[in-house]
């Protein structure tokens, strides 16, 4: 039962920074368009404006990578509580490690191509894959159906 506990938290504390993360992105978004257009109105959330009021388009830009960077990390840091949440960490560390760093490597070769080839909305969605709790969820649901993920009972 302490498990299940635990794992609805971790679950959670996921959906809950996907929650953040929408509502920084979106704000953060209007906020560049904001700037990289001069327009006089912005469409941004006004306590997300007297965050950034006055900075740079580059540093909102460095903002936006930084704030990838640390959701990317953080669903990541979710997943292997999970993982140890369920007595399979050891196991399953490095699959999962490699998933969240292959779906990375590919969102930034798409990213790259997107300058010849129309595939930047296939790098952002997949971003966004490893920055919402999209992966988080799956995990679980590989714990709960697929016995060869759970620990050994003995």
């Known amino acids: 039962m302490v498990k299940r506990v635990r794992a609805f938290g971790i679950l959670g504390a996921g959906i809950g920074l996907g929650s953040l993360r929408d509502f920084l992105f ?25 965050w950034v009021e006055g900075h740079e388009m580059s540093s909102l ?9 640390l959701f990317i ?8 509580l999970l993982l140890r949440n369920a007595g399979v960490l050891q196991r399953l560390f ?16 798409l990213h790259l191509l997107s ?3 129309p595939v930047g909305e296939a790098s ?3 971003l966004h894959a490893i920055q919402y709790p999209v992966l988080l969820i799956m995990l ?5 159906f697929f016995p060869g993920t759970r620990a050994e009972h003995r």
């Open 94 to 109: 490095r699959p999962v490690t490699v998933v969240f760093l292959g779906i990375a490597a590919v969102a930034a070769l």
């Open 61 to 69: 830009l460095l903002l936006k990578w930084i704030l990838a960077a």
């Open 124 to 126: 952002v969605n997949l």
């Open 140 to 144: 679980q649901v590989a714990l709960i």
């Open 73 to 80: 990390a953080a669903m990541w840091a979710l997943s292997l």
């Open 115 to 117: 300058h010849w080839v």
């Open 26 to 50: 979106i704000n953060l978004n209007y906020e560049i368009d904001h700037v990289q257009r001069a327009t006089s109105i912005s469409f941004a959330h006004s306590r997300f404006r007297a």
